[in-house]
Structure formats: structure tokens, C-alpha cells
């Protein structure tokens, strides 16, 4: 099993930066992939960023190219999501997630363990 703990999430203005962490806990060891989603009222939940515990992938929804950067650190087994000019449309309900299965990092099906999520609103 592993364990996922997000953190960082906030009021922010429009233009603003936020930061979210995930932290994993458990048999990391296991893990192919991680990736950070989100959930706007009413709407499905969709992917925003997955790198895979290697580092070496690392994939961006096209709303959030260039505005948000995800990276990993593997010593403290956490994930980061750094959100930049942020936009009232990148409110939303944001979830950390991991996964051992390979395959295509936006396959929302494939990930296993997921976050408590942690809220992320824009004004404008």
C-alpha cells in the first residue's frame, strides 16, 4: 500500500503562484508513476501533470503547458505541482495520485492510490 498526503493549497489571486506537495508514503518503491489531477464542481475530474518516478517522463495537459511545473524528489518521496499565472479556470479540487501500472501517464484509470485532495481557488 501507499499512502498520499497533499499539501499547499490556497486562495491565490489570478496571476498568483501556488505550490502543492504530495508526499508518499508505504511501498514507494513499487511506484512507476505519479501524477496530479483535478476536479472542478460539476465537472469530471481531469489530469493536469504525471512524471514518472524516474523522472525521466514528464507530461502537461495543454491547459496548464507552461504555467505549471512538476517535478519529484525522490529522497523525500514527495512530488511537487508549482502553478504559476494562475487562472479562476484553475480552480478546482486538485489530487495527488500514484500508480505501478506502465502505460500512458493521463490514463486516470490506471492509478491506484490517490490523495485526500486539497483545494486550489483563483480570483479574479
Known amino acids: 500500500q501507499v499512502q498520499l498526503v497533499e499539501s499547499g493549497g490556497g486562495l491565490v489571486q489570478a496571476g498568483g503562484s501556488l505550490r502543492l506537495s504530495c508526499a508518499a508514503s508505504?511501498?514507494?518503491?513499487?511506484?512507476?508513476?505519479m501524477g496530479w489531477f483535478r476536479q472542478a464542481p460539476g465537472k469530471e475530474r481531469e489530469f493536469v501533470a504525471g512524471i514518472t518516478w524516474s523522472g525521466g517522463s514528464i507530461l502537461y495537459a495543454d491547459s496548464v503547458k507552461g504555467r505549471f511545473t512538476i517535478s519529484r524528489d525522490n529522497a523525500k518521496n514527495t512530488v511537487y505541482l508549482q502553478m504559476s499565472s494562475l487562472k479562476p479556470e484553475d480552480t478546482a479540487v486538485y489530487y495527488c495520485?500514484?500508480?505501478?501500472?506502465?502505460?500512458?501517464?493521463?490514463?486516470?484509470?490506471?492509478?491506484?492510490?490517490w490523495g485526500q485532495g486539497t483545494q486550489v481557488t483563483v480570483s479574479s
Open positions: 495520485a500514484a500508480r505501478s501500472a506502465i502505460g500512458a501517464l493521463t490514463a486516470l484509470s490506471l492509478y491506484k492510490y
Open positions: 508505504g511501498r514507494t518503491f513499487s511506484l512507476y508513476a
